[in-house]
């Protein structure tokens, strides 16, 4: 009688290569949704698709006085990353992380998070009490830790879902 002898089978090694390979197809989809948007709605705007701290990056760009500005108010460059994020998630099967930028609406939203964030550290060390902020993104949460770690103070994350926000204390 012969034995049958299973050889188990390794799992395969999923590669930096690969991650950064599903990435750009995150990115290429995301891009021919937003391309489509754009026709539809008859608006100028290049796009180009990058991988930054393993997240498609996809950003949208016009010339000056271009009619792009009609998407770029940040609250809704947020809800159109939502929708972008469900066309991919739709294609793929995987949830996106993707990150959407339209005409510098993520540098303005930053400079705007900073100036909240200074503000906070301002008073954590005029009073030393420890100071809440509003509810945010993870993303924006990210932006948040990293100002305030810069700053030389401590930050946590609290809350659950939209509720999330973050508490900035001394060291």
Known sequence: MSENIETPV?????????VVKQLEVEGDLAADYIEELL????????????????RAY???TGPEGSNLRLLADPETVEALQELTRLAVQTKTGDYSRLILDVAGSRDAKANRLRKVVDKA????RETGEPT????????????????????????ESEGEGKDRHIVIKSA
Request: aromatic share 4%.
């Open 39 to 54: 026709d539809i709605y008859d608006l100028d705007g290049d796009i180009a698709i990058d991988v930054r701290q393993g």
């Open 121 to 124: 550290i301002a008073k954590v």
């Open 10 to 18: 390794e799992p395969a090694e999923v590669t930096s290569g690969d």
């Open 132 to 155: 809440p902020l509003a509810p945010m993104s993870s993303y924006e949460r990210k932006l948040a830790h990293d100002l305030i770690a810069e700053a030389g103070l401590v930050s």
């Open 58 to 60: 996809v950003e949208v």
